[in-house]
Nanobody, 124 residues
Framework: QVLLVESGGGLVQAGASLRLSCAAS????????MGWFRQAPGKEREFVAS????????YVADFVEGRFTISRDNAKNAAYLQMNNLKPEDTAVYFC?????????????????WGQGTQVTVSS
């Protein structure tokens, strides 16, 4: 069981930036792909970004490409989501998760461990 804890969310105005962090409790974190998802009230949880186990490949959803960047630091058992030029439609609870394997995936069912989420609210 991998325990994940997100942090870095908050209330900001449109155009601002936030950096989300995800801390993992297990050493095996570094051998698995990592992903970020988000969920707004009344909506399905949707894929935001993922990164392979070595940090050499990344994949981001079309609606955040050019604004969000995913990264990881395996030495610290941590992953990050840098969010720039935030928009009101980015408002959601953001979750980090670890995948079953080391390769990039965007399928929610491939992620087996989830954090508690951190709230991001963007005002216009």
């Amino acid at each position: 069981q991998v325990l994940l804890v997100e942090s870095g969310g908050g209330l900001v105005q449109a155009g601002a930036s936030l950096r989300l962090s995800c801390a993992a409790s297990e050493r095996t974190f570094s051998s698995n792909a990592m992903g970020w998802f988000r969920q707004a009230p009344g909506k399905e949880r949707e894929f935001v970004a993922s990164i392979n186990w070595t940090g050499t490949r990344t994949y981001v959803a079309d609606f955040v490409e050019g604004r969000f960047t995913i990264s990881r630091d395996n030495a610290k058992n941590a992953a990050y989501l840098q969010m720039n030029n935030l928009k009101p439609e980015d408002t959601a609870v953001y979750f980090c998760a670890t995948a079953r394997w080391s390769l990039i995936t965007s399928n929610r069912e491939d992620f087996t461990s989830w954090g508690q989420g951190t709230q991001v609210t963007v005002s216009s």
